[in-house]
T-cell receptor, first 115, second 112 residues
Framework: GAVVSQHPSWVICKSGTSVKIECRSL??????MFWYRQFPKQSLMLMAT?????????EQGVEKDKFLINHASLTLSTLTVTSAHPEDSSFYIC???????????FGPGTRLLVL | KQEVTQIPAALSVPEGENLVLNCSFT??????LQWFRQDPGKGLTSLLL?????REQTSGRLNASLDKSSGRSTLYIAASQPGDSATYLC???????????FGTGTRLTVIP
């Protein structure tokens, strides 16, 4: 089946630094990519939706200047957490939609810990 | 806005038991409903996808049903095994929505 990869799988950084997370669809072209955040023992919350070559659509309450999303190609999307703070520590999961029939596939997640 | 709820939040059963997980959603105008499994610290594994026109889907020991009019879905797991221990999430895609709305999850523990 289709595979979505994320890199890195986990990252620890100091407060104030920026962190970039990559999401790749490995064997299909993703027309749409989604970024979710999951806090401990909670469900996935959609942060933003992006289509290749266009600006991302952010959910209410998600700061677009803090969570920069770039969907440069049909197989790659990046999420940059700018000036990360401890409250940004979370599990970030990307998802890519594509293939035939069109299906949404999920990446393995990236755990971010901001000290 | 679509709201998805799962009951119970946590469930412990002895190995071999059959069990049912419940999912309810507030807006019946859905495109499809999907059940996922999530192991601790891991991403999501899709288990079953039910289109809005379907009533149920089966895969091995898993059976998912959908009653769109009442806004409910159930995931039935037969002859549970310790390896089934995980969090189970249901998610719905609305007819006019681009994304999935996730439930709160049920954390299942199967005791050997």
């Amino acid at each position: 089946g289709a595979v979505v990869s994320q890199h890195p799988s986990w990252v620890i950084c100091k407060s104030g630094t920026s962190v970039k997370i990559e999401c790749r669809s490995l064997d299909f072209q993703a027309t749409t990519m989604f970024w979710y955040r999951q806090f401990p023992k909670q469900s996935l919350m959609l942060m933003a939706t992006s289509n290749e070559g266009s600006k991302a659509t952010y959910e209410q309450g998600v700061e677009k200047d803090k969570f920069l999303i770039n969907h440069a190609s049909l197989t790659l999307s990046t999420l940059t957490v700018t000036s990360a703070h401890p409250e940004d520590s979370s599990f970030y999961i990307c998802s890519a939609r594509g293939g035939a029939p069109e299906t949404q596939y999920f990446g393995p997640g990236t755990r971010l810990l901001v000290l | 806005k679509q709201e998805v709820t799962q009951i119970p939040a946590a469930l412990s059963v002895p190995e071999g038991e059959n069990l049912v997980l419940n999912c309810s959603f507030t807006d019946s105008a859905i495109y499809n409903l999907q059940w996922f499994r999530q192991d601790p610290g891991k991403g999501l594994t899709s288990l079953l996808l039910i289109q809005s026109s379907q009533r149920e889907q089966t895969s091995g020991r898993l059976n998912a049903s959908l009653d769109k009019s009442s806004g409910r879905s159930t995931l039935y797991i037969a002859a549970s095994q310790p390896g089934d221990s995980a969090t189970y999430l249901c998610a719905v895609k609305g007819t006019g929505a681009n994304n999935l709305f996730f439930g709160t999850g049920t954390r299942l523990t199967v005791i050997p």
